[in-house]
């Protein structure tokens, strides 16, 4: 049973590049959310998802963009990195009673 | 989330000691979530409280969540080293709404 899986593990970007984070769940659950956890901040809500074909800004959506065309897949994308957007993000779903995580995606824009 | 406290911020103890973790929100909570993370990896979930007075346990460690639904506290007994790393809460501030988590406890544990 896979769970929450992010692809890619790691990437590099330059400044004003674009890319699409992606996040998988064999769970069926209905919610899914975006985070980026930076040193001494814990985990900050992007994005999130409580169904296929919504989503819903966090407490930092800003240069974020996401889309649920598919109840397994939430697409986390950038259209033009910045440094500022250097972290580590990670992807999560659930219910109301459980909410699991993936490994996470470490992401440098240079 | 500036909604949801979590202290202490840091905590160093002895191996063997008990030590107890809390997270403080000014609004009644719906469900609360406890992980831990071990240092550049992913959350685990440890477990997950929505009722008043409700408590749980997982190994050592008992959650609970007080009755007004507004305070949980994480609590270790003896604790080892494999308990090092950072514990976070995490709320659903409404029904089926979405989850927001605390700025995290680093825990340190010496032998």
């Known amino acids: 049973n896979a769970g929450v899986t992010q692809t890619p593990k790691f990437r590099v970007l330059k400044t004003g590049q674009s890319m699409t984070l992606l996040c998988a769940q064999d769970m069926n659950h209905e919610y899914m959310y975006w985070y980026r956890q930076d040193p001494g901040m814990g985990l900050r809500l992007i994005h999130y998802?409580?169904?296929?074909?919504?989503?819903a800004k966090g407490e930092v959506p800003d240069g974020y963009n996401v889309s649920r065309l598919k109840k397994q897949n939430f697409l986390l994308g950038l259209e033009s990195a910045a440094p500022s957007q250097t972290s580590v993000y990670f992807c999560?779903?659930?219910?109301?009673?459980?909410?699991?995580f993936g490994q996470g995606t470490r992401l440098t824009v240079v | 989330s500036q909604e949801l406290e979590q202290s202490p911020q840091s905590l160093i103890v002895q191996e063997g000691k008990n030590l107890t973790i809390n997270c403080t929100s000014s609004k009644t909570l719906y469900g609360l979530y406890w992980y831990k993370q071990k240092y550049g990896e992913g959350l685990i979930f440890l477990m997950m409280?929505?009722?008043?007075?409700e408590e749980k346990s997982h190994e050592k460690i008992t959650a609970k969540l007080d009755e007004k639904k507004q305070q949980s506290s994480l609590h270790i007994t003896a604790s080892q080293p494999s308990h090092a790393g950072i514990y976070l809460c995490g709320v659903h501030m409404e029904y089926g709404n979405k989850l927001v988590f605390g700025a995290g406890t680093i825990l340190r544990v010496k032998s």
């Open positions: 998802s409580v169904g296929e074909g919504t989503t």
């Open positions: 409280l929505q009722k008043g007075g």
């Open positions: 999560a779903s659930g219910r109301n009673t459980e909410a699991f």
